[in-house]
């Protein structure tokens, strides 16, 4: 069977600026461990403040995943 390669894009908004981080890196490994997935490659870019809040920070990530089916 052939397999299936996705280039995705996660974004996560929260605060404080560390844990929003920290969620991206947790979202991206639950990801991987996942039955019949494989993620072959991430980029998760630096949390910045969100446009018009000074309170709230937003990232996110470039995800190429592998899929079985």
Same mark, same amino acid.
């Given at each position: ?8 894009? /996660? ?45 709230? /920070?937003?990232? /996110? ?5 592998? /899929?079985?089916?």
């Amino acid at each position: 069977m052939e397999k299936i390669n996705a280039i995705c894009i /996660f974004e996560i908004l929260g605060k404080p600026a560390d844990h929003v981080k920290k969620s991206m890196g947790s979202l991206i490994e639950k990801i991987g461990t996942e039955k019949g997935v494989k993620i072959l490659n991430k980029k998760i870019h630096e949390p910045t403040e969100a446009k018009d809040s000074k309170t709230l /920070f937003t990232t /996110f990530s470039e995800v190429e995943i592998e /899929f079985d089916s």
